[in-house]
C-alpha cells in the first residue's frame, strides 16, 4: 500500500456508458494529478489539482471529466469513451508546493478497456 | 515534443552484472531528476533521485547519474537481481504554475538468472 488507493483496479465500458474511477490519499498532500499510460508511450499528464483547484489540463477531450471535492479525494468521470482511450489510468499525489525528494506517490492504477 | 526520452525500450541483462539504463531530456530548465520503477498491475515507485546541482547520487546498489551539458542522466543497478525485473520511467520536474514530472516512455529491465 503506498498510500494512495484507486478504484476500481480494472473497468470494462461500452461507447455509450457512463464511469467514474476514484483515488483517495491518506498522505496529507495537498497535489493530485491524473496520468494516462498507454503501450509504449510516456506517462501522459491529463489533470492536476493543487489545494483543490484544478491548475493544469493537458487538452484532454471533455469525455474526460476530473473532480477534486477536497484535497484526499479525486475522481475522473468518464463518458462517450473511445476504444483508443482504452490504458491504464494512474492517479498521484505530492505536496503541492514542491515534490520534496519522492516526486509522486502513485496508486496502483485502473486498467479501462472500452469496447 | 517529448521533452524525456528513453530510447531503449528493452534491456536484458545477466543476474549479478550491471544495468544501465538511459535517459536524454531536451529542457535546460529541468531542475530535478527521478527514477520510477514499476511492475506489473501496480503503479510506478520511486527509486532515486538527484538534483541538477549534483552529477551523482548513490543508494545501495543504485547510482543515478547526470551529465548536464550533455542532458543526459543514466540509473546503474550493481549487481543485478532477479527482482530488478520491472519497467523503468526516468522523469524531470518543470515549475510551470504547478510543479510536475515529466515522463519518459519507460524501459523494461529483464534480468536473466
Known amino acids: 500500500e503506498t498510500g494512495v488507493t484507486q478504484t476500481p483496479r480494472h473497468l470494462v465500458m461500452g461507447m455509450t456508458n457512463k464511469k467514474s474511477l476514484k483515488c483517495e490519499q491518506h498522505l496529507g498532500h495537498n497535489a493530485m494529478y491524473w496520468y494516462k499510460q498507454s503501450a509504449k508511450k510516456p506517462l501522459e499528464l491529463m489533470f492536476v489539482y493543487s489545494l483543490e483547484e484544478r491548475v493544469e489540463n493537458n487538452s484532454v477531450p471533455s469525455r474526460f471529466s476530473p473532480e477534486c471535492p477536497n484535497s484526499s479525494h479525486l475522481f475522473l468521470h468518464l463518458h462517450t469513451l473511445q476504444p483508443e482511450d482504452s490504458a491504464l489510468y494512474l492517479c498521484?499525489?505530492?505536496?503541492?508546493?514542491?515534490?520534496?525528494?519522492?516526486?509522486?506517490?502513485f496508486g496502483s492504477g485502473t486498467r479501462l478497456t472500452v469496447v | 515534443d517529448q521533452q524525456v526520452k528513453q530510447n531503449s525500450p528493452s534491456l536484458s541483462v545477466q543476474e549479478g552484472r550491471i544495468s544501465i539504463l538511459n535517459c536524454d531530456y531536451t529542457n535546460s530548465m529541468f531542475d530535478y531528476f527521478l527514477w520510477y520503477k514499476k511492475y506489473p498491475a501496480e503503479g510506478p515507485t520511486f527509486l532515486i533521485s538527484i538534483s541538477s546541482i549534483k552529477d551523482k547520487n548513490e543508494d545501495g546498489r543504485f547510482t543515478v547519474f547526470l551529465n548536464k551539458s550533455a542532458k543526459h542522466l543514466s540509473l546503474h543497478i550493481v549487481p543485478s537481481q532477479p527482482g530488478d525485473s520491472a519497467v523503468y520511467f526516468c522523469a524531470a520536474s518543470l515549475i510551470q504554475g504547478a510543479q510536475k514530472l515529466v515522463f519518459g516512455q519507460g524501459t523494461r529491465l529483464t534480468i536473466n538468472p
Open positions: 498521484a499525489s505530492s505536496q503541492g508546493q514542491g515534490l520534496g525528494n519522492y516526486g509522486y506517490t
